[in-house]
T-cell receptor, first 114, second 110 residues
């Protein structure tokens, strides 16, 4: 069974704080993704990575950065949290190969920025 | 880039009736179309998927159809049950990047 875990289920941070969200997968997947989920907007891709130290911007990368130092771990960083970054953050992972690209999601981190 | 639209945003059906959710996409290069179910407070889980070389796929009460010419695909749930109540997301992929619809909140009324 694919297991994707996220470091926190709930986080409360103050405006301007630096926030780290961590995601770990145990299936040796090459691809890892960070999404944010907001009501009425669905899942929007922030960043993804297809290999260690590789990253690609998604649709809404502004205000975020990522780090992939090890294959199993993908971190999302909010350099200076703002209230409009209050959201549910979902991590996902998948194989790189066509035909095995199904994404598996973590449980999500609900972030509140005050 | 790809643009995926999903309708309706909310759907209520009586238990036992069928539910249909429709998605359209814009990029003709998209070749993989998964559907995810997200129950309240839980992560999205893949329930069915279809590839562009297939027109229809069925798994028990769930089926997905794909019309490549019209660039739309649909999820069909028959004999709905209360446990089918959830938010459903469609997605389209051209490779490794996925584009999601905005979700459909399905309520099955007992």
């Amino acid at each position: 069974d694919v297991k994707v875990t996220q470091s926190s289920r709930y986080l409360v941070k103050r405006t301007g704080e630096k926030v780290f969200l961590e995601c770990v997968q145990d299936m040796d997947h090459e691809n890892m993704f960070w999404y944010r989920q907001d009501p009425g907007l669905g899942l929007r891709l922030i960043y993804f990575s297809y290999d260690v130290k590789m990253k690609e911007k998604g649709d809404i990368p502004e205000g975020y950065s990522v780090s992939r130092e090890k294959k199993e771990r993908f971190s999302l960083i909010l350099e200076s949290a703002s209230t409009n970054q209050t959201s549910m953050y979902l991590c996902a992972s998948s194989f790189l190969l066509a035909g095995r690209e199904t994404q598996y999601f973590g449980p999500g981190t609900r972030l509140l920025v005050l | 880039g790809e643009n995926v639209e999903q309708h309706p945003s909310t759907l209520s059906v009586q238990e036992g009736d069928s539910a249909v959710i429709k998605c359209t996409y814009s990029d003709s290069a998209s070749n993989y179309f998964p559907w995810y179910k997200q129950e309240l407070g839980k992560r999205p889980q893949l329930i069915i998927d279809i590839r562009s070389n297939v027109g229809e796929k069925k798994d028990q009460r769930i089926a997905v159809t794909l019309n490549k010419t019209a660039k739309h695909f649909s999820l069909h749930i028959t004999e709905t049950q209360p446990e089918d109540s959830a938010v459903y997301f469609c997605a389209a992929s051209t490779g490794n990047q996925f584009y999601f619809g905005t979700g459909t909140s399905l309520t099955v009324i007992p």
